[in-house]
């Protein structure tokens, strides 16, 4: 547990401190996005899936080369957590009805390839592609935990309410996971001073959540910030 919290630390200071190195930087570039995922079904989840939901969140890099950058990035989920109910009554860890909400909060450090830069419609285009990896913190609402796959009771052969003999998953408050992704996209830069666009899609994978590997896409789109020339 002490591992996993310095690890996670460690990771928003750095996602933090390139932030901050962009703000600076003669090279660097912010972006505010906003976009949607889509996460695919997981077997052990007796076919469950995580919802598909809006993302949200900030990247920052440094360019560290003509072509290469260093990005740190931030990413907001508002419901991490099954599209269906996890057992029969919906009964969560307290023993009343409904689950709690569950956030996830991503941040990942990346590497980012760009590949040059092409003029359009007098626009600076470049597309790039980005690997990185990270954690995701799940953040559980009024309480201290939640169901992610059985507990709570159900009917037996005579109709009598039972504890749940089936397998049973539950999320924790602070429970992290280690995150890979991977992807591309296209920046259009300085389109009005130093604000431009960019659209990124990319995909994502937690490789062990519960023994299980959910993966998704992650489409986003929004205002890119440029600083400095390359």
Do not use: C
Request: aromatic content about 12%; glycine content about 16%.
């Amino acid at each position: 547990m002490a591992t996993r919290l310095l690890v996670k630390f460690a990771l928003i200071l750095l996602v933090v401190g390139l932030f901050a190195a962009t703000l600076s930087a003669q090279t660097g570039e912010l972006y505010v996005n906003a976009g949607g995922m889509w996460p695919t079904r997981m077997d052990t989840f007796g076919d469950n899936k995580i919802k598909a939901q809006g993302i949200y969140g900030l990247k920052g890099g440094v360019f560290v080369g003509p072509n290469a950058e260093l990005e740190g990035s931030f990413g907001y989920l508002n419901h991490f957590e099954p599209g269906n109910s996890p057992n029969p009554l919906n009964m969560n860890t307290v023993g009343t009805f409904g689950q709690p909400s569950v956030m996830g909060f991503m941040y990942d450090v990346n590497g980012v390839w760009n590949f040059g830069q092409r003029q359009f419609l007098n626009a600076r285009i470049s597309p790039y592609l980005v690997a990185g990896g990270g954690g995701l913190t799940a953040e559980v609402r009024h309480g201290t935990s939640a169901f992610l796959q059985g507990g709570g009771l159900v009917p037996d052969a005579d109709g009598n309410l039972v504890p749940n003999p089936g397998p049973t998953k539950v999320i924790h408050d602070g429970d992290t996971f280690f995150t890979v992704n991977y992807g591309g996209g296209i920046k259009a830069m300085n389109l009005w001073g130093p604000v431009g666009l960019r659209v990124d899609i990319r995909g994502r994978t937690i490789p062990n959540f519960y023994h299980s590997t959910p993966t998704w896409p992650e489409a986003t789109g929004g205002l890119l910030f440029s600083w400095g020339q390359r």
